[in-house]
T-cell receptor
């Protein structure tokens, strides 16, 4: 079955540590996205990539970094520079930028 | 500033009720409006609307777009407990997509 796999489901880290969230898709989609979801704020775009080896900052990119070395993979690193990293992170992909998004099941990150 | 506003933010109804969720937007170069349902984790796609006045329907759910008044509604008739979820509206404009804060719907037995 085609889909998007995010891992891990839950992640706990100490302040000051970088952490990488995995996102893999086998849908052969060109575009991939990372969103952050906080209660009452909907989804906010962190980074997106329309093609391999290219990515763009979203609305809240500060303190995050990404790479897109393969079409299937779009890992997100939450760095120690991110002031409030505890959140639910959703990865998504789409055939094209203007197509409906397919979402993974998310990673809940807790930083203490 | 471009924005997408959903209302109400939360809603509690009983099984069998009909609900109407609203999504209004102010963006430049509107291209499409999408509705998603998020039950626990992954939002799932419901509808994509690009033209005014054309209703999209799937079972008990339907949605319509008004590009003159800049809003969309999502209707759910004969609600069931399985309809309990967060309903997200997203607007695609230029090459950007912006989500509203979502409406949390709770359907009580």
């Amino acid at each position: 079955d085609g889909g998007i796999t995010q891992s891990p489901k839950y992640l706990f880290r100490k302040e000051g540590q970088n952490v990488t969230l995995s996102c893999e898709q086998n849908l052969n989609h060109d575009a991939m996205y990372w969103y952050r979801q906080d209660p009452g704020q909907g989804l906010r775009l962190i980074y997106y990539s329309q093609i391999v080896n290219d990515f763009q900052k979203g609305d809240i990119a500060e303190g995050y970094s990404v790479s897109r070395e393969k079409k299937e993979s779009f890992p997100l690193t939450v760095t120690s520079a991110q002031k409030n990293p505890t959140a639910f992170y959703l990865c998504a992909s789409s055939i094209r930028v203007d197509s409906p998004l397919h979402f993974g099941n998310g990673t809940r990150l807790t930083v203490t | 500033e471009d924005k997408v506003v959903q209302s109400p933010l939360s809603l509690v109804v009983h099984e069998g009720d009909t609900v109407t969720l609203n999504c209004s937007y102010e963006v430049t170069n509107f291209r499409s409006l999408l509705w998603y349902k998020q039950e626990k984790k992954a939002p799932t796609f419901l509808f994509m609307l690009t033209s005014s006045g054309i209703e999209k329907k799937s079972g008990r759910l339907s949605s319509i777009l008004d590009k003159k008044e800049l809003f969309s509604i999502l209707n759910i008739t004969a609600t069931q407990t399985g309809d309990s979820a967060i309903y997200l509206c997203a607007v695609f404009y230029n090459n950007d997509m912006r989500f509203g804060a979502g409406t949390r719907l709770t359907v009580k037995p």
